[in-house]
């Protein structure tokens, strides 16, 4: 019989320091749908993307649009990194929760040796009141040796200051391309379990894509598997253990794929989802409705998951 998902949660929750449970039960029943969801905003892609995606919708453009867009519209958290922490969540502590992005990198030179560097602390995150840490964590990019000892100071960290670590688990570089790429079920179910056995306590993944093109050239027996992005989503999720998980779909979708990606996610087991894009290249009201529709599939997603 399937562990449901709150059962799995209780089971996270029981084994933290008191400073990562109360701030990771904040996220998951004080702020947003709650009911032990999470609907998280990133607003990271100025830093991943450049100035590209806020074309669309010109007023995303301004921080403050986003911020005020998040507070008014419930989210669990916001995820941004320190120059946008330190100028405008100030205006808005309190009413959105703030997980820092404490690395990151452009998307200007090639992935084939990806490496997202640090760009602030865990200290910081504390200073600035953040409920969270999040870390990008590239998992294949030849330079992950470099990658890991980074992200090993940070979990460190976060263990020292009580703040739930937070890891984008991101499958790059050169060595992943050779294998049938990033977006492959292989890559993600890989970086999922990377990021659990590297000390997550929860996993950002994106969704893993079946293109039995790109499947037959990843490792066995992952090359000869025959299943659809439904079992596919459930073993990502498995794979990140007691790790909470959220998943995303990165670039804009329509509203019925949005809708029934948000149900994928949840019965497969996950906790909830990040969509960036796909809610604030929209017009403000408009953007207000979709997540309105996102949180009651949330809701009830995980009321009916067993």
């Known amino acids: 019989m399937a562990i449901s998902p709150l059962t799995e949660q209780q089971s ?69 990194q320190i120059g946008l922490a330190t100028r405008y969540y100030p205006d808005y502590a309190g009413d959105v929760p703030l997980i820092l992005k404490v690395n990151g990198r452009s998307e200007v030179p090639p992935n084939d040796n990806a490496l997202s560097t640090l760009t602030s602390t865990v200290e910081d995150a504390v200073r600035l009141g953040a409920d969270a840490v999040g870390y990008t964590l590239y998992a294949g990019s030849p330079r992950q040796g470099d990658d890991i000892l980074q992200l090993n100071g940070v979990r460190a960290d976060c263990e020292r200051w009580g703040m739930p670590l937070v890891i984008w688990a991101y499958p790059r570089g050169s060595a992943i391309d050779s294998k049938g790429g990033p977006s492959t079920f292989y890559a993600i179910d890989y970086a999922a379990r990377l990021a659990m056995e590297f000390g997550a306590d929860v996993v950002k993944l994106n969704m893993p894509k079946i293109d039995p093109a790109k499947d ?8 000869e598997l025959e299943i659809d992005q439904d079992e596919a989503i459930r073993h990502v999720v498995e794979s990140a253990g007691r790790c909470l998980v959220v998943l995303s779909g990165g670039s804009k979708i329509d509203d019925d794929q949005l809708l029934h990606q948000t149900r994928q996610v949840m019965e497969a087991g996950g906790s909830g989802v990040i969509y960036g894009r796909n809610v604030w ?25 067993p």
């Open 12 to 80: 996270l929750l029981e084994t933290l320091a008191p400073g990562k449970r109360a701030r990771l039960k904040r996220l998951l029943y004080t702020y947003g749908p709650g009911n032990g969801t999470l609907l998280l905003l990133p607003i990271d892609q100025g830093i991943e993307h450049g100035p590209r995606d806020f074309f669309p919708n010109p007023a995303s453009k301004d921080p403050d649009y986003i911020f005020r867009f998040a507070a008014e519209a419930g989210y669990s958290a916001l995820a941004c």
């Open 281 to 305: 290249q929209r017009e403000f009201d408009a953007a207000l409705e979709i997540v309105d529709q996102i949180k009651e599939t949330l809701v009830s997603s995980m009321r009916r998951t």
């Open 216 to 223: 037959a050239e990843t490792p066995a027996p992952y090359n």
